[in-house]
């Protein structure tokens, strides 16, 4: 049974550029929560989402990053014009149901030159 | 808000070395408290979580107390193996969503 699948794994982009990060939950999981680990830093939480809906996005920043989970396929996170404070590791972990009982990714690292 | 603190790493041991690594929190309410762990390349997995208060979360041979009195769920170990090398996190569930302290690297020296 595989795990949270996400990809790509590492990540390099230009400063103005713009940076899709993919997660395949586990199968059977339709909550999926996105966090950013920048730097010498713990995990925040960005943004929850169910199959369609965006749930609490509390953590977003309000400008350039938005995610989806849509009925197909895997959720996104996508960051547009990205800058350099951006480059940072990118979790997604899934869930059966709105819980603490959330499965992790390998992780995305997003690096902005 | 919400907001767990964890001792400064890194943290260094040699093998069979007794482990200790501090985690308080500061939340509202008496929320369930875990210690996940993130082996090189990999994502962070559940290590042990605790429910309410009094109750000890272990897994592996790690070992944690919910201490309501000092806010804290500290993590402990009797003897680590080089196998144990890892970035710790401490963390909360509260308000629906996990927070987490900001990781504790070890390394166990053989």
């Known amino acids: 049974n595989a795990g949270v699948m996400q990809n790509p794994r590492h990540l390099v982009r230009r400063r103005g550029q713009e940076a899709r990060l993919r997660c395949s939950p586990m199968?059977?999981?339709?909550?999926v929560y996105w966090y950013r680990q920048l730097p010498e830093e713990g995990l925040k939480f960005m943004v929850y989402?169910?199959?369609?809906?965006?749930?609490?996005e509390s953590g977003m920043p309000k400008e350039r990053f938005s995610a989806e989970f849509p009925k197909e396929g895997p959720s996104i996170l996508r960051i547009q014009q990205v800058v350099r404070g951006d480059s940072a590791a990118y979790f997604c972990?899934?869930?059966?149901?709105?819980?603490?009982?959330?499965?992790f990714g390998p992780g995305t690292r997003l690096t902005v030159t | 808000g919400d907001s767990v603190t964890q001792m400064e790493g890194p943290v260094t041991l040699s093998e069979e070395a007794f482990l200790t690594i501090n985690c308080t929190y500061t939340?509202?309410?008496?929320?369930?408290l875990f210690w996940y762990v993130q082996y090189p390349g990999e994502g962070l997995q559940l290590l042990l979580k605790?429910?309410?208060?009094?109750d000890k979360g272990s897994n592996k041979g790690f070992e944690a107390t919910y201490r309501k009195e000092t806010t804290s769920f500290h993590l402990e170990k009797g003897s680590v193996q080089v196998s144990d090398s890892a970035v710790y996190f401490c963390?909360?569930?509260?308000?629906?969503?996990?927070?987490f302290g900001q990781g504790t690297r070890l390394t166990i020296n053989p």
């Open positions: 972990a899934s869930s059966q149901q709105e819980s603490y009982e959330q499965y």
């Open positions: 199968k059977g999981h339709s909550h």
């Open positions: 989402l169910q199959k369609e809906n965006i749930i609490d």
């Open positions: 939340a509202t309410g008496y929320p369930s």
């Open positions: 605790a429910t309410k208060a009094d």
């Open positions: 963390a909360l569930w509260g308000a629906q969503k996990l927070v």
